[in-house]
T-cell receptor
Framework: DTAVSQTPKYLVTQMGNDKSIKCEQNLGHDTMYWYKQDSKKFLKIMFSYNNKELIINETVPNRFSPKSPDKAHLNLHINSLELGDSAVYFC?????????????FGNGTRLTVT | GENVEQHPSTLSVQEGDSAVIKCTYSDSASNYFPWYKQELGKGPQLIIDIRSNVGEKKDQRIAVTLNKTAKHFSLHITETQPEDSAVYFCAGGVGTGTYKYIFGTGTRLKVLA
């Protein structure tokens, strides 16, 4: 029973392509996130959704468009992929914000742009 | 905005010794401090957390201490074992009305058998 699951696990694509990463959580949480982890392991928040509403958008290029069809799903679509987009993308969820519960992470999607 | 600094970036210890990882935060409104362990090919997993109304918390071989005045918090692992080898992240969170957890830069811990 995977709590936060993301697909695909690996994604290799060429510059200029458009790709999507999907995330689902079965924890009943109301807040979901996308984090980007670069080659130096830095974890940087990209987006946060609470009850399907965008709460945080951390100066991410508008080539990145998150979509939350319901509380249990948060997908990430990336247009016109660039070399610098290569990273591991983690989906996470929590019950409310830091006042309430910790983050639960998926196992990541390793995106390689060639 | 909030910034969390973490030291050291790498740490090697002999099996059985203790390991200490330190973090400092900048936002005095931060009131929640989790620690995560990330193993190869996996997402970060929560190992222990502490809230600002508590100075210390312990769970078996792992303990976390918080000094609110100095804005420091630390992770202590005693009797280290090879399976403790991983990347550890501290994080700071500001509660009520925000949903932002800011992570430290990570510490790669290697426990030598």
């Amino acid at each position: 029973d995977t709590a936060v699951s993301q697909t695909p696990k690996y994604l290799v694509t060429q510059m200029g392509n458009d790709k999507s990463i999907k995330c689902e959580q079965n924890l009943g949480h109301d807040t979901m996130y996308w984090y980007k982890q670069d080659s130096k392991k830095f974890l940087k928040i990209m987006f946060s959704y609470n009850n399907k509403e965008l709460i945080i958008n951390e100066t991410v290029p508008n080539r990145f468009s998150p979509k939350s069809p319901d509380k249990a799903h948060l997908n990430l679509h990336i247009n016109s992929l660039e070399l610098g987009d290569s990273a591991v993308y983690f989906c996470a969820s929590s019950h409310g914000g830091p006042n309430n519960s910790p983050l639960h992470f998926g196992n990541g999607t390793r995106l390689t742009v060639t | 905005g909030e910034n969390v600094e973490q030291h050291p970036s790498t740490l090697s210890v002999q099996e059985g010794d203790s390991a200490v990882i330190k973090c400092t935060y900048s936002d005095s409104a931060s009131n929640y401090f989790p620690w995560y362990k990330q193993e190869l090919g996996k997402g970060p997993q929560l190992i222990i957390d502490i809230r600002s109304n508590v100075g210390e918390k312990k769970d078996q071989r792992i303990a976390v201490t918080l000094n609110k005045t100095a804005k420091h918090f630390s992770l202590h692992i005693t009797e280290t074992q090879p399976e403790d080898s991983a990347v550890y992240f501290c994080a700071g969170g500001v509660g009520t009305g925000t949903y932002k957890y800011i992570f430290g830069t990570g510490t790669r811990l290697k426990v030598l058998a």
